[in-house]
C-alpha cells in the first residue's frame, strides 16, 4: 500500500492532473470515478496504471480486477493519498491514468462541432457531452481552446470521451478535414446572420460557437461562410455558451429526424 503522498507514482499522478503539458507529454489522461472507470474499460481504452482504495465498493472492485487482467498496474493507496490525488470534493476511491488515442473520423461525416476559445472546463465538457448525445461525428479543438483531456472536462463530458472523435487540429488541418465549399461552416454570433430556427441545418455542417470571454477569433470568422443567432426577446447580453451549443445542435436534430 502506498502511504505517503511523496511517492513518486503520487507526484506523476498530481502532475498530470495539473498540467496539461504533462498529459500531452506522457498521452495520457486521468479518470477518476467508478462510472467513468468503468465506461472507458467497456470502450477498450487501455489503463496504465489503476489506484484504489481499500473501502473501493464491490462494482469499483470488479473494475480493478477487469484493469488487472488487462495487465495495468494496480496500486492500493491510503485515503489520505487517495485524497491527495482526487480532483473532486468526494473521491470514489478509483481512479486510472488511461492511454490516450485519437478515434478515427468516420469516412464520411457531415455534422461537425467547433469551439473556438471555450477554456471554461465544465463549460467545454458539458459542450461534449451534449455533442454526443446529438450525434456529432467529431468535434474539433483549435488553438486557444481549452484541453479536453482536463479531469474536469473528462468528469462533464460523462463518458464522451470513449466514443466521440475529438480531435485537437490547428486551423490549417481543421480546413482541409471540411473542404473547399463542401460543408456549410455556420458561426453562432448575436445579432448577425439569421435567426437558427429559419436556417437549413440538412445540409453538411460544422457549427462553431465562440469562447465565454471574447467570442469567436479571427481564424473562425473566416472559417464561417454562413451566420446564425439565437434570438433573446427577454434582453441580457448573451447566453452561456454551453446553453447556446445545446439549442443549437437540438435544432440540428429536430430538423434531420423531424
Known sequence: MITSVHNPKIQWVRALQSRSKARLDEQVFVVEGVRLCEEALQAGWKAQIVF????LNARGQAVVDSYHSRAALIEIV???????????????????????????LPEVFDFVFIPDGVRDPGNLGTILRTAGAAGVQAVFIPPGTGDPFSPKVV???MGVHFYLPILI????????????????????????GQPYFLTDFRVPLALIVGG???????????????RVFIPMPGGGESLNVAAAA?????????QRTG
Not at 485515503?79 to 485519437?102: C, M, N, W, Y
Open 78 to 104: 491510503s485515503p489520505h493519498v487517495f485524497h491527495a490525488i482526487s480532483d473532486t470534493e468526494t473521491p470514489q476511491g478509483i481512479l486510472a491514468v488511461i492511454e490516450r488515442r485519437t478515434l478515427a
Open 246 to 254: 445545446a439549442i443549437l445542435l437540438y435544432e440540428v436534430v429536430r
Open 52 to 55: 484504489y482504495t481499500e473501502d
Open 169 to 192: 487540429l490547428p486551423w490549417k488541418e481543421i480546413r482541409s478535414h471540411l473542404g473547399k465549399d463542401a460543408f456549410h461552416v455556420y458561426l453562432a454570433a448575436a445579432g448577425e
Open 212 to 226: 465565454e470571454a471574447h467570442g469567436a477569433g479571427g481564424q473562425a470568422r473566416q472559417l464561417a461562410n454562413r
Open 155 to 157: 468528469r462533464a463530458g
